[in-house]
Nanobody, 116 residues
């Protein structure tokens, strides 16, 4: 059983910043990819950013230049720094990991609300 503990969501004004964190624990085989998805009301879940074990990154076009994903392999932890937040970034953000065995695990989700 893998547990993903997310933190860092909240309410922020447009133009503000938040930093999400996600720590994986439990029966973890070696993690290959870590990332964040988000789901806004009435919309499908979408990939926001991902980072592989040797650090190549992938971002959704809507967040490029504003969000930065990073990870600490020794701590099985992934971070996402979100700057210049916009109302359209409002969503539930889910931590996601995929092991080298191609098994995926998901966090419970953390709410990010961007509003004045």
């Amino acid at each position: 059983q893998v547990q993903l503990m997310e933190s860092g969501g909240g309410l922020v004004q447009p133009g503000g910043s938040l930093r999400l964190s996600c720590a994986a624990s439990g029966s973890i085989s070696r993690i290959n990819t870590m990332g964040w998805y988000r789901q806004a009301p009435g919309k499908e879940r979408e990939l926001v950013a991902a980072i592989t074990s040797d650090s190549p990154t992938n971002y959704a076009g809507s967040v490029k230049g504003r969000f930065t994903i990073s990870r600490e392999n020794a701590k099985n932890t992934v971070y996402m720094q979100m700057n210049n937040l916009k109302p359209e970034d409002t969503a539930v953000y889910y931590c996601w990991i995929r092991s080298i065995l191609n098994l995926s695990s998901w966090g419970q989700g953390t709410q990010v609300t961007v509003s004045s």
